[in-house]
């Protein structure tokens, strides 16, 4: 068992904002996060899959068809968009980093091929600030 | 002369679209990057001054005090901001990267004590796209 | 459940020097990292904590609140400090990287509220060695 | 239990060719990289060994010994060498990132001594892709 | 006047090998980069180029069609590829990382349009040495 | 003309104190970095010299070489020490990054071939805080 990652990226605008919320709570606990014209991030996605790699190839999986599941399914439905108003499947979610990194793992796990296992999403907000997520 | 560097970020969205011009061109020059919807960026500022070092502290400038002035006249700006819409220093300009780079320089000169000089302005949008101003 | 990683740093002088042995055995166990005089380093840590994420944040834990936690137990004990002299904490310890990851996991675990977990101390003595420790 | 990681990297040429291919199979397979000419990358190699520290040291295990295990049946043997031509542990075995990760864990977790354990190898192939291997 | 950095990356193999000499001199000269066999690297590529930003869209150049015109005339030519088989632009010349920063400047030198200038190729051959070449 | 990089690093202990002022005007202009007790950092040391390559070898200067004359006059005689206490060449200065910088400027720069110049000293204190020098 091997596990192979690759790195992707994309930049997006959000807000930390409760709609059921008022203005005032949403400020309280989401601080400068909630302010409604937007700020934004380049984000830094790490896709970790696991299984046995083939005997002939050497491979686990091929790491240019797992960039382009990823590009499809996530990085162009989330790249230079705006994660409140621009993606349908983070509707009606808060977008923090972890949800965000939930819904992307639901995105690519369901794409790949039987022989590999989707790991671990994790995914840099800042370059301080991470979130990992294992799909339990 | 010696020359000093102090590395700050913020995150800030944006879009590139010229008020001027209609949708179809702003799109057919700025690609994704129009998204009317906008989108952001983790920006890395790195602030260069220059000088004579002070015989009693070994210090070119304190950069604590650099820092400081920093935060209080670009940070505090810029920080989880919309570029085009919270920023009154980039009114009526082009949110590009090289266009908040002379910003920045602007903000910062005039704050500077009379023994300093400010060398550089070099802001990352991207990890791997960034600009340098040198003030002329 | 998801993972939230926040990195701080802080920068401290130490050596490794046991005070039962003699100069040389500890020179011949700690070469350099033995000098009677100190060295240092910018210690880089990322500290994991882990649970289930609120449904009306979005947030495991908010990551400020995290941070001051850290800065609090960690950040302000350790910075710009004697990590053999000026620490609480470490006394009566070896200052080795392996002994210091786990004091600060103690500094932090009880602090944290009853929905988080503290899952991982990483922390960097230089930019090619670092230790880990889960606790356990 | 703590978990000790150190960094080292080598410099090598490889190819990705099955012999028992066509030449068409496998440039349909691998692409550029199975250019006969060869190409090559900058590995880096983090080796994590874990186990209890010694009371009198506060080591796991001195870092600057795990180095020279490292070095000398890793490095030397795949340092500003040819991968397919130069590596005995490599013959016969297709060079990806999965197999030399796999192969580096069988030359280095004979040689440690038994207080500590192997616990990964991690190979970046380029900046953006890395292998991870637990030995099961 | 601003300045406009773009990076790009390689992975190509070479040797350093001066076929006017005998083995034994280059490999006093070389040492292990002139290991027949080959070796190679991830090249990380920096191309800068200044003027004057344009007023309409803030831009001094599109820094996508920089990268298409990077990516034509050097990536294209160098990944993937053997340094001193498959690179006409290199034939003739000893392919040490002086040699190959400057015939990247007279690859892309030529293909900007009159309002920017080719400022600086900084090539990165290893983590920790790079060559910069201004084009006099 | 090229110009040749080289990156090295060194650990080290100091403190900024100016023995001429009272305890209480060094905490007042150096804060925590007067520590008594000392502090320290991993120190980033970037050489760049500049020049015009052999047309035999392609270099401007043979790296390993250069590495060498930096580990012999600057390495060695930091790595690992207490900048006040330990080195020759910081006597009776004021520890702070711009003397070192300066101070290893001329380390280095008789001990360079006359067909080489040094250029540039750029030296991290911590990861967000660097100083260059130039030699005028």
């Not at 993606?87 to 939930?102: D, H, I, Q």
């Not at 039987?114 to 979130?131: D, G, Q």
């Amino acid at each position: 068992m091997v596990y192979l990652t690759r790195q992707e990226h994309f930049n997006a605008a959000h807000k930390l904002y409760n709609p059921n919320w008022t203005k005032e709570r949403n400020e309280a606990v989401f601080g400068v996060c909630a302010n409604e014209n937007w700020h934004g991030h380049n984000y830094d996605l790490f896709v970790t899959i696991k299984g046995i790699p083939d005997a002939d190839t050497g491979f686990l999986f091929d790491v240019k068809v797992l960039s382009k599941i990823i590009k499809l399914h996530v990085i162009d439905q989330l790249d230079h968009k705006n994660l409140n108003m621009d993606v349908p499947f983070m509707e009606g979610k808060m977008c923090s980093t972890e949800n965000l990194a939930m819904a992307i793992w639901h995105q690519i796990t369901t794409h790949l091929p039987p022989n590999v296992t989707l790991h671990c999403i994790k995914l840099y907000e800042t370059a301080r600030i991470y979130v990992e997520y294992f799909g339990e």
